[in-house]
């Protein structure tokens, strides 16, 4: 058995190193890849292998931050991270779709407003050595989830769509009065990019250059906190070697919809471990692997933010029922809502089938993505579910504008009588005009100034379809 | 007609004629134009036979 395990351990030292070389080899010289950009592989940590041991384990490096300044060097000390502006500017200026990019502190508090936001992301790096960071995306090919990971607590690279106009899902940020103490981002130190890309560029080459840079930012400053240790530090894992003590503590699997096909996905547009979900089955996943970076929100997003899946309330809820025996967590089964009927009968079935016989579960909690549609289908997994002895608990949020009940429910059935409501877009608030403004043009700093009332709906982080809001309704 | 069949039946639609999907109910943007119209035609003709045929409770 000793032998065995050296071997093994033998084996993935040497499958591991030659597998990086290889692959930054492909990366950096392949002409065949035209990425249009220069990648800085020596930024991004190195890959790894599927997991060795049968339950994968995520070690999260809490290092709380309570101040963001431009320093000389990006460098954590104590709480306070500095930040290298010029350093930083030069390497996402080397993507060369990008003509220039403005980089901006915003502090909890502050009066500050900002947007349009693409997306918000947590500071977050692989522990050197323990896996890839975004892997398929970012980093080398390798399954999220495992190792340990460094996170900038209290801190977030926030990334403005300079093509984008506010509206009904465009996504403003406050940092001053209710809104920023209903929302999840605004106690947070922003690390703010106002990117300005090439002119004429298609939209979604723009799209593709704001994910790539949040992700590269995200890296840049979580890698501040590499070799640093703090008492801060949370294990994720399903860990089921208790089997035994388990029986009779139900099986509880998530099925989670990832995006939502009425909206069509770009070719380039990185979702899932970089791949755009077209033609996605619905698809087994280890709870850390949403945690740790093998998820970012699509182009096209209604209420979700890549934060928000890094820290998903649901998820960690889930394992620390785990952990405490309440419940056995099972597993994620991450599907995305179909345009088609067919796909949407074949993702629908499969998912509510993989529950049953794959994780043999006794109950599944379902969201959605998104709007109306996603609605159906998740109305629709969850009739399956039921009609497979599974009770199910839905989320849903409002569809609807009148703000009737029955108008806002897509589908009815009998069965399906465990509903949470995630919240709906007519909340809002009076606001004053902020003292700063970061935006993505003139045009769009004036209207956001201009602002005399925001929408929930509008802001980020009030309202989320799948389970993160921090305002709570109350009937009379 | 409607990609979205579910939601028809639900609030008791006694016709319900599928579409292709909810990005083009009556269209496909991954075939070719005469092929598009041919698929239109034949969705539009499914709701015609459907409308002159008669409906029964089940």
Redesign the interface.
Known sequence: MKNLTSLITGFTKFALKPFNTRFKQLFENDPSIDRGYQVDITCVNEGGLAPMEATMELEIINHDIDNMVFGDSTVLSGKELAIDHDGLKEYLLEDRRLQDIDIQIAKPGESCRIGVVFDIIEPRAKEAGSGSDFPGLLGPFAVAGQGSTHVLRGSAVTVIDPSAVPGITSKVLEMQGEPASASPYGNLHHLVLSPKVLDDSPRHVVQNVLRMLSVKAAVYLGNAAQGKKSDQVEIYSQNENDNESREGIPRIAYIAQIHGHQMTVEEDEPILYGSNTEGMMPILLNPNEILDGALVASYWVMRVETYFYQNHPLIKELLSRHQSKEITFTGVIATVAASKETDRNRNCMLAASMAKSTLKADGVVLTKYGGGAPHVDMGETARLCEAMGMPTVVQVSDSSGDRKAESAMLFNYPEVDAVVYGGGGDTGWDVGTPERVIAGTPGVAKTLKDMKYIEGAALCGITNQQGASKIRATVY | MT?????AR?VGSNRVV??????YPLGDAEISNDDEKALRRDIVQQALDALSSEVSET
């Open positions: 990609a979205v069949t579910p939601v639900m599928q579409g292709k999907g909810i990005v």
